[in-house]
């Protein structure tokens, strides 16, 4: 007659039932007869029927002499339930105990549950056993394991506890990227934001917001920075050009001044120095193209001038001028000194002086200022013609007509960006004769 823990306790039909768990591990239910049927029941008296939680298989827990069988006993099978319940077909309450192998190591109950539903992210689910006030030391977020050649991190954990064993719930999760979204904001600029589960990723372009929530007991980061259509930094290096975009751009073509010298009569005693205006200043509009770039300096570099293959920053500060002098070389000699300015317009005429000279007594010398006589004088006359070109031909050449700097934005750390804007003509055309238009 075959007994468990107790003679009081007779197992029916000699044996219990037998459940191989998965991990090594075993459930033993035993179904007894116990004697005594009319008190035992007693609140006095469960105690020798119903044994406390954990309670090992082998242990007689009475008190009372009772020893297992050799063999009888399975390693660590300790006690997570005991009840005296009705067994309709025997017609008889009978005292159920079952036991299951527990240890304080925290064993898994069954093989663990894997899914990619975090954009393709792994997510492993574990569930394990072990006995009543087992240490569980795993962080959340710090603690790792590896996952067929994958690292995850802890997630979250739930220990469930009851007095007969405690069972452990955990989720590990893969870090990576959760989603990635882009926008398109002004001048080229794309606003991109990167969800990272976990750990944050390295990301591309000037970080200009960030925020940290939750997931599964991980955190999620979002990242949002600037980059361009090519998904560079709008900052690569300091300076990135983002955008480029044609347009027809204000240009003041300037006049044309002709500055001639003309020898008249049959010696050379005689000068008229000639200024005429052969083209008038002319703004009008010229092809061009706006470039957008961004960068950490405020200033704007010397290389800026010569952007896009231009010749320089075409904003003419000195206009063509002239001065003639003249002075005779006779005691009684007239000196003559004028100037003039051309505002808006430009020459190709040179500087020059010389000395005119009388052919004889009576015979003087000449100097002439646009068709006046201005020095007369019997013997010889020097004269000056100073000139000042103004700016240089434009025709033929880029030229950049525009450059600023703005401030665009601040990132998350403080940091100062700009935006430069730099307007570079095409090759200006050649001014025509004719009332025909330049672009047709």
């Given amino acids: 007659m075959a007994t468990q823990a107790t003679d009081n306790l007779v197992v029916v039909d000699g044996m219990p039932s037998v459940e191989k768990l998965w991990n090594g591990r075993f459930r033993l239910e035993f179904f007894c007869t116990p004697s005594n049927k009319n008190e035992g029941w007693y609140s006095d008296n469960i105690a020798k029927w119903l044994p406390e939680f954990g309670t090992l298989q ?22 997570v339930e005991a009840e005296v319940p009705y067994i309709p077909p025997s017609e008889s309450h009978l005292v159920k105990l079952v036991y ?15 899914d990619y539903e975090l954009n393709g992210l792994k997510r492993v689910t ?19 394991i590896d996952s067929d050649g994958t690292t995850l991190y802890l997630g979250t954990y739930k220990i469930v506890e009851t007095d007969a ?14 989603s990635t979204s882009k926008s398109s904001e002004s001048d080229g600029v794309m606003s991109v934001t990167t969800v ?4 944050e990723g390295a990301t591309v372009g000037p970080v200009i917001a960030k925020k940290t929530d939750n997931f599964e007991g991980l955190p999620t980061i979002s990242v949002t920075t600037l980059q361009d259509v090519d998904g560079n930094s709008i900052v690569d290096g300091g300076e990135n050009l983002v955008n480029s975009f044609q347009s027809f751009v204000p240009f003041s073509y300037p006049g044309i001044t002709e500055i001639r ?4 009569g049959p010696t050379s005693n005689a000068l008229d120095i000639q200024v005429t205006v052969e083209k008038s200043p002319v703004q009008t509009k010229v092809l061009g193209t706006t470039y957008v770039l961004f960068q950490t300096s405020n200033e704007i570099a010397a290389s800026d001038y010569t952007y896009g293959d231009a010749e320089g920053f075409y904003a003419p500060n ?7 002098t003249g002075t005779g070389t006779s005691t009684a000699g007239e000196t003559f000194s004028a100037g003039q300015g051309f505002r808006g317009f430009r020459t190709d005429a040179d500087s020059n002086s010389g000395l005119l000279t009388s052919t004889g007594w009576g015979v003087a010398s000449f100097l002439r200022y646009n068709g006046q006589d201005v020095v007369i004088d019997p013997l010889d006359i020097n004269w000056t013609l100073d000139i000042d070109q103004g700016p240089p031909d434009p025709v033929g050449f880029k030229w950049v007509s525009d450059c600023r700097v703005t401030l665009a934005f601040d990132d998350v750390d403080g940091n100062q960006y700009y935006k ?21």
Avoid: H
Wanted: proline share 4%; hydrophobic share 40%; glycine share 6%.
């Fill in 318 to 324: 000195v206009w063509a001028s002239v001065k003639v």
């Fill in 165 to 178: 064993k405690w069972t452990l719930q955990e989720v590990w999760l893969e870090a990576g990227t959760l």
């Fill in 126 to 144: 574990r569930q394990s056993v072990a006995l009543p006030d087992t240490a569980y030391t795993n962080i959340v977020g710090t603690t790792t």
């Fill in 100 to 114: 299951e192998t527990l240890t304080t190591a925290w064993v898994l109950e069954k093989d663990e549950d894997t």
């Fill in 420 to 440: 430069k804007t730099i307007v570079v003509t095409d090759v200006i055309p050649t001014q025509l004769d004719t009332a025909s238009l330049p672009y047709t």
């Fill in 196 to 199: 990272f589960f976990g750990v």
């Fill in 261 to 264: 010298e003309r020898s008249y």
């Fill in 58 to 79: 082998g242990a007689d827990f009475t008190g009372e002499g009772w020893e297992a069988l050799d063999g009888e006993v399975y390693p660590n099978m300790c006690l």
